[in-house]
């Protein structure tokens, strides 16, 4: 299938036109649009991530419970696919190395592609962001999502992110839960937290705009209730 990103970077959407035969797998809710014959369901079954127990799996992590399947009976059948956030989509092609990617990053995959929940424990408990990332397998095209621009970081030793702002990153890549500055105290009295610092060589992607940030800042202006 052949997929173009339309709208960079702030609104994107994906356009994606598949050959006879061929089926993509998208986060349930995402399609804005697609040819009358495409053939559209929904599953809770994906790869080694399958059955019930896979969607609830799916749904603590802060993803849909369903995914939807696109098939496309001819050639040229076009889905329209957009995240919910504003923000920018990133096509990554899969490779032996693998790829975790932060759950509601995750936007679509070609069928081939297995999506596990991957549980980091107290590491992601304690950075104060989800604790379930997606595991990432199989090959083909995966869409990544972000909250405004994604921007792609060559790590090479070490590197330290923010949790929030964290979309993907490859499997040979290392990552531990760490303080920003010397100070415990000192990091979260400045408004910086915990981060990843990633050890390793690889490929890291993140996102410019933290969601759970914007969503403070915005749910303290609203009216109480």
Excluded at 80 to 106: C, E, N, R, T, W
Excluded at 168 to 180: D, G, Q, R, Y
Excluded at 195 to 219: D, E, M, S
Aim: proline share 2%; net charge negative; hydrophobic share 45%.
């Amino acid at each position: 299938m052949n997929i173009d990103i339309l709208h960079q970077p702030d609104s994107a959407i994906a356009h994606i036109r598949m050959r006879a035969g061929e089926e993509l797998v998208a986060e349930a809710g995402s399609m804005i649009a697609m040819s009358s014959y495409i053939n559209a369901s929904t599953t809770l079954r994906q790869g080694k991530n399958g059955g019930i127990w896979g969607g609830l799996k799916r749904m603590m992590a802060g993803e849909s419970l369903f995914l939807s399947i696109f098939r496309s009976p001819t050639h040229d059948g076009e889905v329209f696919l957009a995240p919910k956030l504003m923000g920018d989509i990133l096509i990554y092609q899969m490779s032996s190395v693998g790829l975790v990617v932060q759950a509601s990053s995750y936007l679509a995959s070609e069928a081939n592609v297995d999506i596990n929940v991957g549980f980091q424990g107290f590491r992601s408990f304690f950075s104060g962001e989800s604790i379930f990332w997606l595991d990432i397998g199989g090959s083909g095209q995966i869409i990544l999502t972000s909250f405004g621009a994604i921007y792609e970081i060559l790590v090479d030793g070490e590197y330290i992110v923010d949790t929030g702002h964290i979309v993907a990153f490859e499997k040979s890549l290392n990552f531990s839960i760490t303080k920003v500055g010397s100070s415990l105290i000192g990091a979260f009295l400045g408004g910086e937290g915990l981060a990843c610092r990633f050890q390793g060589k690889g490929r890291l992607f993140c996102q410019t705009h933290n969601a759970n940030a914007f969503g403070q800042i915005v749910g303290s202006q609203l009216p109480a209730k």
